[in-house]
């Protein structure tokens, strides 16, 4: 299957060379004969028709072939006019072409990163200058983590309309979940890219954070079945998708104690479970923080924000009372 596949993209390749290396037009006849493939067809029949489709084909690619005819509009042969297919010449300022790096450097560490940085040397040999500014600092290179290399295979499934699926961490979960979606569109707001949208398993529209997404992204060849409205505002759904931790308290935490204070902490180092100390806890509502602190017990003390330490005291006070307990 694979030989097959190349030997028709060299077949391609070489009727275009054939049909412009010619200033007059080429009889079928001369490509039959000229250009290499043409002539393992096993009649004349099979040749005409591997033609057509052939023919059919580079105009799909927008490969301009001529089809010339006498005056009695027989089919004198087929050409492709340089003034047509040749490129104009290509001009940038030193920014754009500063923008065009940085552009490929985002691609730096995926599977098309090579392709990037060859049409990017050709850009500059076109143009004459390196794609750095004048003034010689280096272009800032921008990388992607581990967990954006779903954004290959999701780009992909919004342009071909093909469900995906995917395990996904969602808030301050610690497991993933598999999740099932018809993918609308993958943007990026501020820093982060997110994915945007149908959920089958929740029948509705939702936002997902590519960097909570674990493993690899699993792409179907079955078509959607929801797809994106018409006048669906993706922008506006990102926009209102609520940030991962708004609201942040800092604790101190006992040795051995609040479990679930640790799990929360958005320190890169996590506590040692046995040890004490202070933690930046996050969540995504203030109620959710007091519960997590009045969780602990006495054995967690919210240092800040004041308001937060008042209320899990207000509140600890009166599960106290509530259970017989006095107060001074």
């Known amino acids: ?11 391609l390749l070489n009727l275009v060379f054939c049909l412009m290396a010619s200033r007059h037009a080429v009889r079928r006849s001369d490509i039959q004969v000229s250009v290499p493939g043409y002539l393992d067809a096993p009649s004349d029949a ?15 690619m927008g490969i301009p072939i001529d089809t010339v005819t006498d005056f009695n509009g027989e089919v004198e042969g087929y050409r492709i006019s340089l003034a047509d297919y040749e490129l104009t010449g290509l001009s940038f300022t030193t920014e754009e072409l500063a923008v065009l790096s940085l552009a490929a ?15 990017l040397r050709k850009l500059e040999a076109a143009q ?3 794609a750095t500014p ?7 290179n921008v990388r992607w983590s581990e967990t954006d290399a779903a954004i290959l295979p999701l780009f992909t499934a919004v342009r071909e309309q093909r469900v995906v699926a995917f395990d996904y961490r969602s808030g301050n979960a610690q497991l993933a979940f598999r999740r099932r979606v018809d993918p609308w569109a993958v943007v990026a707001q501020e820093g982060h890219w997110y994915l945007v949208g149908h959920d089958n398993d929740r029948a509705a529209s939702r936002v997902f954070r590519l960097s909570r997404i674990v493993g690899t992204v699993q792409v179907f060849a079955e078509s959607q079945e929801n797809p994106m409205p018409p006048d669906f505002e993706v922008r ?8 991962d931790t708004p609201f942040e308290m800092r604790v101190f935490v006992r040795a051995g104690q609040g479990a679930e204070l640790r799990r929360f902490s958005k320190v890169g180092k996590k506590l040692d479970p046995y ?12 109620e959710q923080l007091q519960s997590l602190a009045c969780a602990a017990g006495a054995g967690a003390q919210v240092i800040e924000p004041k308001a937060v330490h008042d209320d899990v005291l207000a509140s600890l006070l009166r599960i106290h ?4 307990g006095e107060t001074s």
């Open 105 to 119: 450097s985002v691609w730096d560490e995926a599977i098309i990163g090579p392709a990037a940085t060859t049409a």
């Open 275 to 286: 040890a004490d100390g202070e933690l930046l806890i996050g969540a995504r509502t203030s």
């Open 321 to 324: 009372q509530i259970h017989g």
């Open 236 to 243: 506006a759904m990102v926009g209102a998708h609520a940030p």
């Open 1 to 11: 299957m694979a030989s097959t596949r190349i030997d028709r993209t060299e077949r």
């Open 128 to 130: 004459g200058a390196a």
């Open 134 to 140: 004048s003034n010689g600092s280096p272009v800032i």
């Open 46 to 60: 099979a040749f005409e028709r591997m033609f057509e489709r052939d023919k059919d084909e580079l105009r799909g």
